[in-house]
């Protein structure tokens, strides 16, 4: 499948992903592409942020692509609970938070950190890197073993976004592209 054949919901972590991070850029170059806004970007609760990505999955028209990163990857496994078979197509999910952002970002609240450990009920991929100080390589191939996802390791990458160097993340926009091909065919949309 190609982006113009998808509804691709964009969920930012923790602070919405600003001006310069990767997120932000393919929201503005991806004609399908929107943003999950969420009530607070600052104070992530689970309920309140897996609301919202259900209420947007549910409000799509086409079939859905999840782009996560960071605690947005948290708030796509607490939704996941909530999504029937087939109402979403695929994540793609990056650089994940864990327990080490718990500890480190204030307004990370307790039922947001642990994750679900259950299998995702959709395709999905988990990319992260080795140097990231908010989930270790070990957390993230634990995550992705749970959930069912491939997991891509992006070696030297920091938290793979704008601070890390990875604003216009070319590389990540090829692996998305890679993502889409996989998924196959265009899936019906499911009647709600």
Request: net charge negative; glycine share 10%; with cysteine.
């Amino acid at each position: 499948m190609k982006s113009s054949d998808v509804d691709i919901l964009i969920i930012p972590g923790w602070s919405g992903s600003g001006s310069d991070h990767w997120q932000t850029r393919w929201e503005t170059r991806l004609p399908t592409a929107r943003r999950v806004e969420q009530e607070d970007w600052y104070k992530p609760t689970r309920d309140g942020w897996s609301d919202r990505i259900v209420a947007a999955v549910r409000g799509a028209t086409r079939p859905v692509v999840l782009v996560a990163h960071s605690a947005g990857v948290s708030a796509v496994a607490h939704a996941a609970e909530h999504l029937k078979h087939g109402e979403v197509a695929g994540a793609f999910l990056v650089a994940p938070a864990s327990e080490r952002a718990k500890r480190a970002v204030p307004g990370m609240g307790e039922d947001f950190i642990p994750h679900r450990r259950e299998k995702l009920p959709f395709p999905s991929v988990l990319i992260a890197s080795a140097t990231d100080p908010y989930c270790t390589p070990e957390e993230a191939k634990a995550l992705a073993e749970a959930w069912g996802s491939e997991f891509v390791d992006a070696g030297d990458s920091g938290h793979l976004n704008s601070e890390s160097g990875h604003g216009p993340w070319p590389d990540g926009l090829l692996r998305f592209a890679g993502f889409l091909k996989s998924l196959g065919a265009v899936p019906q949309r499911m009647n709600h």
